[in-house]
């Protein structure tokens, strides 16, 4: 066998080749390529504005910034690892408010103390129940100076109030943000309020500032009449009068009637002071499965006398929850069966060491929804 010697690169440079052709689909390749990238990055542009804009919508320290809902939840305590005292039920009520329905933003003037710049930025209400959120802006806070501060809360300009739960959370670099709830006595809930604060050693110094006025606007409430009685007028008649509700939580109204004529002046003038409904039995058939959640209870609200007729009138404030016994925790009170009564245990005073129980108001479970 014979072998041939071939110069393959001469024989190649003779092949002709279509330039033209080459280059058109070199270019269409290429084209396509980048089209393919350009895509691939529009895509990946996407995906990224998405995900930032998920981040600043949806995550709760870019919405405590903005201000719209101060996101309540980071500003309770609800395991109390900080404020070792606040108000469970207010954790509870506060809780299930946190949405934009209940937030009542407030276009308040900002006052400037110690190097702190500090506003009122809203308010939440329910009912028997309010709360302020307060913005300090500041390069020299000092966080653990702003819990040791003195708040003082009059409602319209003459019911002042004598106990306030506080917390706070940090929503940024210099930035704090103080979440302050109360109760209200003799409810208020249907009329528009005032609210004026005054802050003592603010930011732990010896200076205390008044904040402008704030005024919040009427809370829509469900009412209950209720026509339960128990005991009579000269031992004590007690009376369920009207229950205010709304979604979380509801005021119970009573009262405590007596012939001042029958009654002992020392009985009468401790059922005067003071008159309690603190607890309440979940029934169903005459079968207790569970209690309500209580906020406040005794406060007095009223004394009217017609003849010996005497009427001293009290309120209870109760969070729309039942501590489940056969499931170990909290559900609203509008899931509960509903055939569900609540045995209200009304007290009074007594010379001994117990208080008297004059008796037992029972009202279904849909009275007290709003």
């Known amino acids: 066998m014979s072998f041939v010697n071939i110069n393959w690169q001469q024989e190649t440079n003779k092949i002709k080749v279509p330039e033209t052709a080459v280059t058109q689909a070199i270019t269409r390749g290429l084209n396509q390529a980048t089209k393919r990238q350009q895509s691939h990055r529009k895509l990946e542009l996407m995906l990224t504005v998405a995900a930032l804009l ?17 996101a309540i939840h980071q500003l309770l305590d609800k395991k109390n690892q900080r404020t070792h005292n606040f108000d469970p039920t207010m954790n509870k009520i506060f809780s299930g408010l946190s949405d934009v329905s209940a937030y009542q933003s407030v276009n308040s003037s900002a006052v400037k103390e110690d190097g702190l710049t500090i ?35 009059t409602l319209n300009q003459h019911q002042s109030v004598i106990d306030v739960e506080q ?11 103080q979440f302050i709830a109360f109760y209200v006595n003799g409810d ?30 009427s ?3 469900t009412v209950h009449k209720v026509t339960e009685k128990t005991g009579n007028l000269t031992t004590g008649q007690g009376a369920i009068d009207q229950i205010n509700s709304t979604s979380h939580s509801f005021v119970l109204n009573y009262s405590v009637s007596f012939d001042q004529r029958k ?28 209690d309500l959640m209580l906020g406040s209870s005794g406060a007095k609200i009223g004394e009217k006398q017609q003849a010996n007729q005497v009427t001293v009138k009290f309120q209870s404030i109760f969070a729309s929850q039942c501590y489940v016994d056969n499931q170990g925790k909290n559900v609203s009170i509008q899931d509960l069966n509903p055939q569900a009564v609540v045995r209200f245990k009304l007290e009074i005073p007594s010379h001994s060491s117990y208080d008297h129980i004059l008796g037992y108001l029972n009202v279904p479970i849909t009275a007290l929804l709003s």
Do not use: C, E
């Open 54 to 70: 998920s981040i600043i919508l949806f995550n709760p320290l870019t919405i405590q910034a903005g201000g719209v809902i101060p």
């Open 263 to 290: 009654m002992a002046k020392s009985t009468a003038s401790l059922i005067k002071k003071a008159t309690w409904i603190s607890d309440a039995d979940v029934m169903v058939n005459n079968k207790k499965v569970g």
């Open 167 to 177: 917390n706070y959370g940090q929503i940024a670099l210099g930035h704090y943000r």
């Open 188 to 217: 208020s809930s249907a009329s528009n309020d005032t609210i004026d604060i005054r802050i003592g050693h603010v930011n732990g110094s010896s200076q205390g500032i008044s904040l402008p006025t704030i005024k919040t606007k």
């Open 219 to 221: 809370l829509s409430t």
């Open 119 to 153: 506003q009122v930025r809203g308010v939440m209400t329910s009912a028997g129940i309010k709360a302020f959120v307060i913005d300090y802006n500041g390069a020299r806070i000092n966080p653990a100076a702003l819990r040791r501060q003195d708040v003082h809360v």
